[in-house]
């Protein structure tokens, strides 16, 4: 009787670290971008999952580069803004209008695909 809790008391105990072990290794994607927004404006994140830089233009004019496989903030005032992506001594290109809301992450994932001159783009708002 005495061995049979023992095994039970293991099994649980193992259990219990297994379960911790597992979600302890679970990633949040929007911890990724821990950023204070400004009172009264949006932000736009560029998250470069690419292998290269990549030149970032909003309204025409030249922004912050997003390195390779980093990210990049860009606070802005809500509304929509024309964006343009350039790979860095490459070939690839993405052109697009992005809606930047009061108090919201407006993220863009940047992939490239089979195509060798455009990115993929995901486009998400937190």
Not at 40 to 45: A, R, S
Request: with cysteine; hydrophobic share 35%; aromatic share 12%.
């Amino acid at each position: 009787m005495k061995t049979s809790s023992w095994i039970i008391w293991l099994n649980r105990i193992a259990s219990a670290l297994m379960i911790s072990l597992l979600c302890a290794s679970c990633e949040d994607s929007d911890d990724d971008f821990d950023h204070d927004i400004p009172a009264g404006m949006g932000t736009l994140v560029v998250n470069n999952t690419t292998t290269s830089d990549i030149y970032v233009y909003i309204a025409g004019i030249e922004q912050q580069k997003a390195e390779s496989d980093d990210y990049e903030f860009y606070d802005r005032a809500p509304g929509t803004y024309r964006v343009a992506l350039e790979e860095k001594n490459g070939d690839r290109t993405w052109f697009g209008d992005a809606d930047i809301l009061e108090g919201h992450m407006t993220i863009m994932d940047v992939y490239t695909d089979f195509d060798i001159n455009d990115y993929d783009v995901e486009w998400r708002i937190d």
